[in-house]
């Protein structure tokens, strides 16, 4: 081969200090609050599967895991340690929002975040063994009134979390105070499911996309949908509480939030993103295969629905003696 000319040879060296003094732009960074597996780790590989086959991410989004607290730890360390990064995302769900509004992230509030984005909605669920006695909700709900003790709830979390609470609202419609109301807390809503099927359960208060899934194996009867309205496809045969004359819903929201400091252009860039991905038949495909509904919330909107739902879960925590 020929010498490689002088004045190439400097272009070259100049070409590759620049590329050198330039690093690539790292992928963004998905916080999961919890350790792996369930809901906030849910939202994070949705959201990075649909940003990617969307070619809305030039490199597919990190999947990071800060668990503690509920997820106060990670609330904490974005809203003090992070609070600027363009690319940085924490899953939120419904219970983060009650977290929240008991008190339990500490000195951060709702407006101490940037809420950037909901991705899907789930909704509240009451469910019993295929062989229980009990048909309807209002069958559970004149057990609880007439014996207490002959109903005990298992549900995903401890006392005072959300699942917690679906179960408190409805034995509230049988005037049984959530002292007296009988609960046992599992690792998550699988486990809760197990148990309802062995028998050491008699009814379990969970979220739609996990109790759909139950249905197939038989030994599952949902008597209760804490929406609005029925949910499409597998659980449309499943009344509302409301149509059962019970005013009790649970919509659960998941989506994310970013740190307080994050520059406008950087969080109008995700927000963007976000109502793209919620406009688009891609992503509601993605978002059936898991269970899920649509939220349609650009950020704006999911912002004042944040500090609402606080407010209305801070009135909850309250009254069943939870706030701090």
Known sequence: ??????????????????????????????????????????????????L??????????????????????????????????????????SGSLLALAEGKFGKYGAADVRWVGALAADYGVIAVRADSPWKTLKDLVAAL????????????????????????????????????????????????????????????????????????????????????????GRLAAVPTAREQGYDITWPVVRGFYMGPKVAQADYRRWAARFERLQAGPDFARLRAAQGLYPAAMDAAALDAYVRQTVQRYAALAREFGLAR
């Open 145 to 232: 009134a007439a014996d207490p003790d002959q109903v005990l709830f298992g549900a995903g979390g401890t006392i005072g979390n959300q699942d917690w609470m679906k179960a408190a609202l409805v034995a509230r419609q049988a005037r049984v105070g959530y002292k007296r109301m009988r609960f046992v807390g599992f690792e998550g809503g699988g486990e809760a499911f197990t148990a309802l099927e062995a028998g050491h359960v008699q009814a379990v208060s969970g979220d739609a996309s996990e109790a759909a899934m139950q249905l197939a194996t038989g030994h599952v009867r949902i008597l209760a949908v804490l929406g609005e309205q029925r949910l499409p």
């Open 1 to 50: 081969m020929g010498r490689v000319p002088a004045a190439l040879r400097l272009a070259c060296a100049a070409l590759a200090l620049s590329c050198a003094a330039r690093p690539a732009a790292a992928a963004p960074e998905c916080i999961v609050p919890a350790k792996p597996g369930g809901g906030f780790d849910l939202t994070c590989k949705l959201a990075q599967r649909a």
């Open 52 to 93: 990617q086959e969307a070619g809305m991410s030039a490199e597919p989004m990190r999947i990071a895991y800060l668990p503690g607290g509920i997820g106060a730890v990670a609330y904490n360390t974005v809203v003090a340690q992070r609070p600027a990064e363009a690319d940085t995302l924490v899953a939120f769900s």
